[in-house]
C-alpha cells in the first residue's frame, strides 16, 4: 500500500462518514459534490469527514485505485465503500442511505 493510499485507509477506518468530494461541505466545485452533502445533510448526518481531492493530486488519483471506483464524490460508511452521488442518490430515495447511516450509528 503506497502513501496516499494509507492516508485514505486511515481516514476511512477512523471517522464513521467519510466523503472524497470536490471542495469542501462549506463550498462544493462540483454539482455531484454538491448534491452528495445534501443529501447527506439530509440524513442528519452530523459527523461527517469531508476530504477536499482538489488540494492533493495524490489522493485525487489514490481514491479512484482504492475502491476501484472512476470518480469522484465517493462516500464510506463505516469504513466501507457506498458509491458516488448517483448511487447516494438511489439509496436516498429507496429509504436505503438512511437505514444505512442510521443503523451504524
Not at 68 to 76: E, R, V
Request: proline content about 3%; charged content about 20%.
Amino acid at each position: 500500500m503506497n502513501n496516499a493510499q494509507q492516508r485514505i485507509d486511515d481516514l476511512v477506518k477512523n471517522h464513521r462518514v467519510v466523503l472524497f468530494m470536490k471542495g469542501t461541505a462549506q463550498f462544493p466545485q462540483c454539482g455531484f459534490s454538491g448534491r452528495a452533502v445534501q443529501i447527506l445533510k439530509a440524513c442528519g448526518v452530523g459527523d461527517l469527514k469531508t476530504f477536499n481531492v482538489l488540494e492533493d493530486d495524490d489522493i485525487r488519483q489514490g481514491i479512484k485505485e482504492y475502491a476501484n471506483w472512476p470518480t469522484i464524490p465517493q462516500l464510506y460508511v463505516n469504513g466501507e465503500f457506498v458509491g458516488g452521488s448517483d448511487i447516494m442518490t438511489e439509496m436516498y430515495e429507496a429509504g436505503e442511505l438512511q437505514q444505512a447511516l442510521g443503523a451504524k450509528v
